[in-house]
DNA sequence: TGTTAGCACTCGACTATCGAGAGTGCTAAT
DNA sequence: ATTAGCACTCTCGATAGTCGAGTGCTAACA
């Protein structure tokens, strides 16, 4: 039950068509653009077929042939060709992304709404997930007589830190043990591993001011452990979708927004996706079932992965937004390299 | 040219209505529901003379009346009681918002999320400004021979840190003296202080190993106070005003959210209002002419202000929003009091 | 002099109708 | 298998008519 050639070039034409000017495509006007040295009334009958197949739909009987998701997934799959960046947008990119890896958020937010300038869509950007950041070392560090920093140090670069106030006093040397006790303990583990396995275990000392102390610690070291792993969603150029076509009507507008508002529902979505270009047509959301998703994956150190997309009515141009992503995600990785490569010791110019 | 008394009463009707209704308000209506004593002709003349004065206006010629930016002002400034807070939003407001001084960012954007919620309104929240934070004292950590953390507290307990990488290796007696030195420069000095006369003081010194130092370090200083000094904004409840009567035009709807897509300048715009309850009406702020904007602040530790805001048409329950938001800051406050009051040591339960 | 009833007038909102245009689907001819 | 021809369908925009709410004015009234 495969498309003939001469469906697919209908199929690919009213894509095409479509895709550029959001309205429903005629037979006519398929015939007279793009030369299939066939008759419009031949290309009904095929279109018909194509409808019939699930390929197209009908907003009613005397309107034109829209794409329906299949159409476009398989365009994704099989008719698109990879295509290359325009000079503009590439010039764009390479100008404009300063990327330094001392700073990924503020990188990350660039990135994104360089992303929705490029594209005319919605984009979002998430800092890398760091179940895989291994701990460099933790390190307490007094502030006051009951007042003190619990701080962790990744391998990557990543420092989180909480201050913390205890009921009773601590003494300098319990500090210090402690600091070295749980460095000792944790370093080169993996956040995922201490988190999932830490946090039964018996924390036997010697020492009773130490236990006592670490007692005191492990709910905050808990939750600072949590706080790395928390990942930062950035979203840019939500008003860009205003211009589209697919959101005059308030309500379509308001879903939209709304969508976005549930920032962490949106975020485990993300974190849920696979590695590289990933493109999600219309039902295949199970919400927002009338935009597409195409998100990419950077990397950090090659251990670290972040994400970074674009949200967007289903009719949208594929070809030229994979590309555009693939291009920036490959900066990005190549940006967020080992250190070493950027020579630079300071603090990178600013923006 | 002051109002005669039966003047204030028509417009503080026509208010009410409006408000209530968001629909012009006519001569009829107005003595049919609050009994004036006086007859819709009357209530007309009134209007006629109200409108003259710039308190009312007239969409179109047989349209009822809508109240000014001006009538609105005059409201708020004279004619508003202060109104006690509804039952429901108190308990609301007691039970949800779980403050904990040991993560302001949390607390913060819950009680942003709560105003939208009570307000039925776009709200936003400010972190404090740190700008009269004073420097409790600063630490250089070690990570490898040419990578160390620096960062700062404050005496509020804010503390922030940076990752820099030097292009030579530094010694580990560097780098303690150099903490010791830059605490005992800085300490008990606000940043605003320090970034104001710092940056162009010479860093003289007689090591010379540790002059270097301190010159490869002094921009990522200069950096990180900077970052402390930023305010997070945080924004919610955006998608309310899709709601309200007065932007089911995709235009208006439009350029509400591409105000606040502007996060910098908002944020701008806050810093400089006043403290406590301030509301600005329409044309008085301006961008955003047929918004209302009241913000109100909150302290932490008597010292820092975050400020946490309101925004939507003109239109709105003024007596109401400002109560609401002149209980939730004092509860802000209270529960940034200095420490010592809360009594817990470790970690607030999380929500 | 201030208040009120009465009335003509205005204007937007809604509804109905109509024609134009685009596009389909079917049939019959090639 | 392809195509030309044609009737049919449906949307969109324009036009016109009606209704109702509300004003502004005038004249009468207390």
New binding site residues.
């Given amino acids: 039950m495969d498309l003939s050639e ?1 469906q697919l070039q209908i199929l690919q034409a009213i894509i095409t068509d479509y895709v550029e000017n959001a ?7 398929i015939a007279k653009k793009y030369d299939l ?9 095929e ?2 077929d194509l ?1 019939e197949m699930g390929y197209l739909t ?8 829209v794409p329906s998701d299949k159409a476009y997934r398989l365009y994704v799959n099989d008719l698109m060709k990879k295509k290359n960046l325009s000079a503009k947008d590439k010039r764009m990119i390479n100008e404009r992304l300063v990327a330094s890896r001392d700073e990924f958020d503020r990188t990350i937010r660039h990135a994104a709404e360089l992303l929705s300038e490029i594209t005319h869509l919605a984009s979002f950007a998430m800092t890398p997930a760091a179940n895989q950041e291994t701990i460099s070392f933790i390190r307490l560090l007094p502030v006051d007589e009951r007042t003190l920093i619990l701080m962790i140090v990744g391998d990557s670069g990543n420092v989180t830190n909480t201050t913390l106030r205890l009921n009773v006093p601590y003494t300098q040397e319990s500090l210090e043990l402690l600091s070295k006790n749980m460095t000792v303990s944790y370093k080169g583990r993996t956040l995922d591993d201490v988190l999932k396995n830490e946090i039964a275990e018996d924390v036997g000392s010697d020492i009773e001011a130490l236990a006592q102390l670490k007692g005191n610690v492990m709910p905050s070291f808990i939750r600072t452990l949590e706080d790395m792993l928390n990942v930062n969603l950035y979203m840019e150029g939500m008003t860009n979708i205003f211009n589209l076509p697919e959101y005059t009507s308030i309500d379509r507008a308001r879903d939209f927004m709304e969508l976005f508002a549930r920032k962490d529902w949106f975020t485990q979505k993300m974190l849920a996706r696979d590695d590289g270009v990933v493109v999600t047509i219309g039902e295949e959301n199970d919400k927002m079932k009338d935009c597409t998703l195409i998100t990419a994956t950077y990397h950090v150190d090659g251990k670290l992965v972040g994400k970074i997309g674009v949200i967007g009515p289903t009719r949208m141009k594929y070809d030229e937004i994979t590309s555009i992503m693939e291009y920036l995600t490959n900066n990005l990785s190549e940006s967020f390299r080992l250190p070493g490569d950027t020579g630079d010791g300071n603090a990178g110019k600013d923006e």
């Fill in positions: 001469r309205e429903p495509v005629g037979s006519r006007s040295g066939v008759s419009p009334a031949t290309i009904r009958n279109m018909s409808e009908h907003p009613h009987t005397s309107a034109g042939r």
